[in-house]
Every structure is written in C-alpha cells, then in structure tokens.
C-alpha cells in the first residue's frame, strides 16, 4: 500500500503514523487490523462497482485509503 502525506503533516509525524499502518495488500487485510487495534472505521464510501474508499481514524487523524 501507498501511503501518500496530502496534508500539513511534517515528515516526523508522517513517518509515524507510516510505521503505525500496515503495509496491506487486502480490504480484508486492513479491516482485520482496525480491528485488532480497535481502530474505528468511519465511513465505507461505494465510489463504483470495483472501487471503495475507506475511511477511518488514527490518533486524532483521518486516514482514507481508496480500495480496487
């Protein structure tokens, strides 16, 4: 997985929160890790018949990661 700092974050914390996520190559792969972590999923946006973005929070922050 890509993870890509679209934000103000600075490269310290960026690389922070990269060593919290895990390198995924599944949906199924990062739901079981927000749950393991009790990490909570905010939102499951359907954006085609193939695509999701999924949506959910990281120490105060919120991480979107677009699914195919």
């Given amino acids: 997985m ?3 700092n679209k934000t103000s974050l600075t ?3 960026f690389l922070k929160l990269k060593l919290i996520i895990p390198n995924t190559t599944s949906l199924l ?3 079981s890790w ?3 972590k009790k990490i909570s999923v905010v ?3 359907k ?3 193939y695509s999701l973005d999924v949506i959910f929070s990281v120490n105060n922050l919120f991480i979107i990661c677009g699914t195919t």
């Fill in 47 to 49: 954006q085609d018949e």
């Fill in 43 to 45: 939102d499951v946006i």
């Fill in 34 to 36: 927000t749950s393991k």
């Fill in 11 to 13: 490269e310290e914390n």
């Fill in 29 to 31: 792969d990062l739901m």
């Fill in 2 to 4: 890509d993870i890509i």
